[in-house]
């Protein structure tokens, strides 16, 4: 039996994968810890249909840590390809400073012409 509980499991899984979160787990779980992890287990877990392993406390640590790395990588990714598509998309605006010597224009009369 684990020391972590059901709901620290969920609550991780939910952080770290989402709202669907138990298959996303349960190739995570397989890959870290070298074992094949079904998502039907992750809901016997869940449900306390069945304990949850020991070894899932120390695995879930690795797994939230992996994940978290790959998050940041996506959201530095994401961030640079919003900087591209701005430099893109976006023109820059032309550099302007007003000529301190120039003269102001002489219709400064905001008042509407009937024409």
Same mark, same amino acid.
């Given at each position: 039996?684990?020391?972590? #509980? *059901?709901?620290?499991?969920?609550?991780?899984?939910? $952080?770290?994968?989402?709202?669907?979160?138990? +298959?996303?787990? !349960? =190739?995570?779980?397989?890959?870290?810890?070298?074992? #094949? *992890?079904?998502?039907?287990?992750?809901?016997?877990? $869940?449900?306390?249909?069945?304990?949850?392993? +020991?070894?899932? !406390? =120390?695995?879930i640590v690795l797994v939230l840590k992996r994940r978290a790395h790959e998050l940041q990588r996506q959201a530095?990714?994401?961030?640079a390809e919003a900087q591209h598509l701005e430099r893109v998309l976006v023109p820059p605006l032309p550099d302007?400073?007003?000529?301190?010597?120039?003269?102001?224009?002489?219709?400064?009369?905001?008042?509407?012409?009937?024409?």
């Amino acid at each position: 039996m684990s020391r972590l #509980t *059901v709901d620290e499991l969920a609550g991780a899984a939910a $952080t770290a994968f989402g709202f669907r979160w138990a +298959a996303p787990l !349960a =190739d995570a779980l397989s890959r870290e810890a070298g074992r #094949t *992890v079904a998502a039907t287990q992750i809901h016997q877990w $869940t449900s306390g249909a069945r304990p949850v392993p +020991a070894w899932v !406390a =120390d695995t879930i640590v690795l797994v939230l840590k992996r994940r978290a790395h790959e998050l940041q990588r996506q959201a530095r990714a994401t961030y640079a390809e919003a900087q591209h598509l701005e430099r893109v998309l976006v023109p820059p605006l032309p550099d302007f400073e007003p000529d301190p010597d120039a003269e102001p224009e002489a219709d400064n009369d905001l008042t509407p012409r009937m024409g």
